[in-house]
């Protein structure tokens, strides 16, 4: 029998498996669909200096995490221990709740974008969205809840194989690539042919990179099973900077086998058309599996990091203490099991909506986006509380970059999924409220009041938005 209770001891990873988690969680669909999305916008020049500027925000955000983990040592499950430290307990329950949020929306993502890759094979499975579509990936669901279910360790193991597993098809990707790359085409790519000025190609990608690189704060979500809390912050750079590696490197070298206006026309994912012009038909079903393979991966990846911000959010009393549960094998099952349940619900709400693919893909980044713009700027905040100490003004350079970058792509996701967002946070206040009830203590504090007050506006004007046709869905 399962033995549940609130407290268990946290199994321990090493930091190879903290950076699998980092980089299991990063690379997913996104990936495989670069080099058309890219081609669509801009040529080489555009693609290196937009990987460049969203590379080098991101990492300002990475050392943020990285600093933290050194300095706060104490905060546990990442974006939500420091938008609580810093903020208060209703925004960092926001946090959790938003960044949960954000996982389940990209998971009812991932097992859309499978059984859309499998339609092509299997034509009941369609775009992702029919019954049997719907079906399958109900079943995957819950196989991979009786996995991660089973422990932590063996999860975390599955994660770290998956995580080789995925990145070696990328790998020989690019190998193959460089093999049948020609420098005359990569030059007439140079420039991309396309009208806009460099700088709103730029821009247009930029917005790409953004579901890209949610993920970066996988070893920081998953901060209490580290041996050292050093490890948090190398896991982090050292996951970092292999994913982008490989992003920049998917990107560019596809931009040296086919003309820009033949890979912006591919289907998606549009590495599948690349390698096949390279190595002919059986290129486009080994990209077709590895995707696959990728994208099971960072369901895992973002299954585990959901539940656990969950669970220490309930340890502390901004949730219902059935989220605190953890059986013998140190899994999270309250968290896990309402996560399991919110994706089901959110299938089975895709067959009913032909948009469901985009919103759910937009509605990940626009949640995710909310926790790192706060972890950011806790990061502020901790570099003034320790302005006298070694290496503060550093902190300072890479938290006011991170804020500031975090912003920007905030504002650019658009102010539509923010309204979408406050949905499904402004409803999840009941939860908080709930746990401090039960505590015997009041819900908000007078600032706190406020934040609710403007959340619950925002939810209001998205429901207007929606009823009159201003928003659709």
């Not at 994706?343 to 067959?351: G, S, T, Y």
């Not at 409803?427 to 746990?435: N, R, V």
Request: some cysteine; aromatic content about 12%.
């Amino acid at each position: 029998m399962t033995d549940d209770r609130a407290t268990a001891s946290p199994t321990k990873v090493s930091t190879l498996t903290l950076s699998t988690f980092v980089v299991g969680s990063m690379v997913g669909a996104g990936v495989f669909s670069l080099p058309g999305t890219f081609a669509e916008q801009t040529g080489v020049a555009g693609s290196a200096i937009a990987w460049a500027v969203a590379g080098g925000g991101m990492l300002m955000l990475a050392l943020v995490f990285h600093q933290l983990a050194q300095r706060r040592p104490q905060l546990d499950a990442g974006v939500y221990s420091y938008a609580r430290a810093g903020f208060g307990r209703y925004l960092g329950f926001l946090s959790a709740f938003g960044y949960w949020a954000s996982a389940c929306a990209g998971n009812v993502f991932y097992w859309v974008f499978i059984m859309s890759t499998l339609g092509a094979v299997i034509p009941g499975l369609g775009e992702g969205n029919t019954p049997l579509a719907v079906a399958l990936s109900s079943a995957g669901l819950w196989v991979f809840f009786l996995l991660i279910r089973r422990g932590t360790r063996e999860a975390a193991a599955v994660n770290r194989i998956v995580s080789v597993a995925k990145v070696l098809p990328i790998v020989v990707f690019i190998a193959l690539c460089l093999f049948a790359f020609d420098p005359a085409v990569f030059a007439a790519n140079l420039s991309g042919g396309a009208d806009l000025p460099l700088f709103d190609q730029v821009r247009g990608t930029l917005l790409v990179t953004v579901f890209a690189f949610i993920g970066v704060e996988g070893a920081s979500a998953y901060s209490r099973h580290a041996r050292r809390r050093q490890d948090v912050g190398r896991a982090t750079v050292l996951g970092f900077l292999s994913v982008l590696a490989i992003f920049m490197s998917v990107t560019i070298v596809s931009f040296g086998i086919l003309p820009r206006e033949q890979i912006a026309a591919l289907q998606q994912p549009s590495m599948a058309g690349v390698l096949e012009a390279v190595v002919g038909p059986w290129g486009a079903g080994f990209i077709g599996a590895a995707l696959i393979v990728a994208v099971l991966g960072a369901y895992l990846s973002w299954t585990l990091m959901a539940a656990e911000v969950l669970l220490v959010a309930a340890r502390d009393g901004d949730l219902p203490p059935v989220f605190a549960r953890t059986n013998a094998k140190d899994v999270p099952v309250g968290a896990l099991t309402m996560s399991t349940v919110l994706v089901q619900v959110l299938m089975i709400v895709v067959l009913f909506s032909s948009d469901a693919f985009d919103v759910a893909l937009n509605l990940t980044s626009a949640l995710a986006l909310i926790p790192y713009f706060l972890t950011a700027a806790f990061g502020l905040r901790v570099a003034f509380a320790d302005r006298r100490g070694p290496g503060t003004v550093g902190l300072w350079v890479v938290a006011a970059l991170a804020t500031v970058y975090t912003a920007f792509l905030l504002y650019a996701a658009g102010g539509q999924y923010v309204l979408i967002a406050l949905l499904i946070l402004v409803p999840g206040t009941i939860l908080f409220a709930l746990a401090r009830r039960r505590q015997g203590q009041r819900v908000f504090t007078p600032w706190e009041w406020v934040v609710f007050a403007l959340a619950f506006a925002g939810a209001v004007v998205a429901i207007v938005f929606i009823a009159t046709g201003v928003i659709t869905v």
